[in-house]
């Protein structure tokens, strides 16, 4: 059913999204009270342009609802303000934000402005690490990661890490490590006489047993040696071929050091690595959850609280982000990415009892 059109009013129906302006059309638009009347659900945004001939402007939702999944359901740009009436429901869906960086050099604060500038950033934790420990003592005796830390002097770092209790029998005996703090570890063991403060690495002795990459289990020979003569033997299973002039211990994990006195048993972790931090700060009035994993994967960060996702053994600064919102607020409102109206003119709800979006912040 249509209004009559009287002479300073024009009245325009409306049932898809669009620019209000072009739907009254040039002769109509110029008159100084519009009134448009939903005749449809509209999906998508209504557009009103400000006019210095319009006096009066009423928007009926007729019970039709105007949802934007995208953005804002209204832009009046309008000084005159626009008088919403009916029960028509009128709201953003706009719930989700994406924020990512692809690089994988990147390291600073990337800022969210979809988010009411939320960050992510991305920063780097040096994570080298150097432990040195020597043990004075001769003959027969057994060790393991425990009695170094128990009994060894550290002279660099602090408890050994990634220490395991040795096990085997006879002429097997391992040390079981597993790395997943570096990008690789350096094992070595050695010794020199009590008289020697300088360790056989800082004397350029430095024997590696072996070199563990990151992530990984290795089972390590961890024979004894001796140094005499200026050298330290190395067991032959560990760099192949034959080797000469060295003394090992044989038969039992039972220790022993082939010298009538007491020796400096030196024993050292080297491990080089980087890890990369991730810190989500959240300046929304509400709780969003995380999702995406890379590296946030399906947290809750309440409203100014942070999350940090430590990614261990990683140069990697690149994130791939999503965040979602939901719930309503103290008056039944749902909430939204952004206002219900995004335009610079203002509109008034007296005579309006359906329910708009707020945003959440």
Do not use: C
């Amino acid at each position: 059913m249509s209004i009559p059109l009287i002479s300073n009013i024009g009245y325009t129906e409306v049932n898809s999204a669009g620019n209000l302006n072009d739907k009254a059309g040039v002769a109509k638009s110029k008159l100084p009270i519009q009134f448009f009347k939903l005749t449809n659900n509209i999906t998508g945004n209504l557009t009103l342009d400000n006019d210095s001939a319009h006096k009066k402007i009423i928007l009926d939702t007729n019970g039709f609802s105007i949802t934007d999944s995208t953005g804002s359901p209204l832009t009046t740009n309008s000084s005159t303000i626009l008088e919403l009436k009916g029960s028509g429901n009128i709201q953003s869906t706009l719930k989700t934000f994406s924020s990512s960086v692809e690089s994988t050099s990147n390291l600073g604060t990337t800022t969210i402005s979809e988010a009411n500038n939320s960050t992510v950033d991305v920063s780097n934790i040096d994570t080298d690490t150097t432990v040195e420990k020597y043990i004075d003592t001769g003959g027969s005796f057994s060790y393991n990661g425990t009695t170094i830390d128990s009994l060894g002097t550290t002279t660099l770092g602090a408890s050994t890490p990634n220490a395991a209790t040795i096990f085997g029998s006879g002429s097997v005996t391992q040390y079981n490590m597993n790395v997943t703090d570096g990008t690789q570890a350096l094992v070595f063991v050695g010794d020199t006489s009590t008289s020697t403060n300088v360790s056989p690495a800082s004397g350029g002795y430095k024997l590696y047993v072996a070199t563990i990459g990151p992530n990984t289990v290795s089972q390590l020979r961890m024979d004894e040696y001796s140094n005499y003569s200026g050298s330290i033997g190395i067991y032959n299973s560990l760099v192949g071929g034959a080797v000469y002039g060295h003394n090992r211990y044989s038969g039992t994990t039972n220790h022993q050091l082939n010298y009538s006195g007491t020796r400096r048993l030196w024993w050292r972790y080297e491990r080089a690595g980087n890890d990369r931090r991730f810190i989500f700060t959240n300046t929304l009035a509400i709780s969003v959850v995380l999702t995406g994993n890379d590296p946030f994967n399906n947290i809750t960060v309440t409203s100014g609280g942070t999350n940090t996702q430590t990614i261990s053994n990683s140069t990697d600064g690149s994130f791939n982000v999503t965040g979602t919102i939901s719930g309503t607020n103290g008056s039944g409102q749902p909430y939204a990415l952004v206002n219900v109206n995004n335009g610079t003119g203002t509109f008034n709800t007296d005579n309006y009892t359906g329910t708009l979006s707020t945003r959440a912040f």
